[in-house]
T-cell receptor, first 116, second 113 residues
Framework: AQSVAQPEDQVNVAEGNPLTVKCTYS??????LFWYVQYPNRGLQFLLK??????LVKGSYGFEAEFNKSQTSFHLKKPSALVSDSALYFC??????????????FGSGTRLQVQP | DAGVIQSPRHEVTEMGQEVTLRCKPI?????LFWYRQTMMRGLELLIY????????DSGMPEDRFSAKMPNASFSTLKIQPSEPRDSAVYFC???????????FGPGTRLTVL
């Protein structure tokens, strides 16, 4: 079985400060990892993904995430937060093995609040 | 490309009525996913298709829910009969291969009175 944990329901950060949204995963074998963002009354939007290669992945809107295999983590980061980054963020995982579940498993989401 | 298209955007119905939600995936995508989002349960995968064939429907809550994909450009999610606890936002998403990013539609907000 594959699973994702987002331990924080909400993260508060001041504009201009760095932000981190945490994600840990459990999967058989190697993972495909994704981050999505959801703004109010909208569908989820893809931010970035880790498939293979460099552990530091850069994505949209200045976000990046670091894949850490030993800690089974894929934390989302941004050096300088903007008020417009305030949204709901979802981490998702899928095993690279093409057997069993081929759909993504999403975390419960973390609400990011950036204060001006 | 117009992205994933869902209709209707909002649906208000009374308990016991049949509800049909529609989705047009991005052209060329071979995977289609139906999700439900509520405050209590978060984002739940209901069913997904590969090349129009249902692969995993283990997330469908009960027999009142059914989904079809008659061709590569259209899918429906039907609830019959609907109940108040079905009230949620229903999302459709599509992807090119299962390991690529999914593109989500804007969702259908369903309210069952």
């Amino acid at each position: 079985a594959q699973s994702v944990a987002q331990p924080e329901d909400q993260v508060n950060v001041a504009e201009g400060n760095p932000l981190t949204v945490k994600c840990t995963y459990s999967v058989s074998g190697n993972p495909y990892l994704f981050w999505y963002v959801q703004y109010p009354n909208r569908g989820l939007q893809f931010l970035l993904k880790y498939i293979t290669g460099d552990n530091l992945v850069k994505g949209s809107y200045g976000f990046e995430a670091e894949f850490n295999k030993s800690q089974t983590s894929f934390h989302l980061k941004k050096p300088s937060a903007l008020v417009s980054d305030s949204a709901l963020y979802f981490c998702a995982v899928r095993a690279t093995l093409d057997t069993g579940r081929r759909a993504l498993t999403f975390g419960s989401g973390t609400r990011l609040q950036v204060q001006p | 490309d117009a992205g994933v298209i869902q209709s209707p955007r909002h649906e208000v119905t009374e308990m016991g009525q049949e509800v049909t939600l529609r989705c047009k995936p991005i052209s060329g995508h071979d995977y289609l996913f139906w999700y439900r989002q509520t405050m209590m349960r978060g984002l739940e995968l209901l069913i997904y298709f590969n090349n129009n064939v249902p692969i995993d429907d283990s997330g469908m809550p009960e027999d009142r829910f059914s989904a079809k994909m008659p061709n590569a450009s259209f899918s429906t999610l039907k609830i019959q009969p609907s109940e108040p606890r079905d009230s949620a936002v229903y999302f459709c998403a599509s992807s090119l291969a299962s390991y690529n990013e999914q593109f989500f539609g804007p969702g259908t907000r369903l309210t069952v009175l």
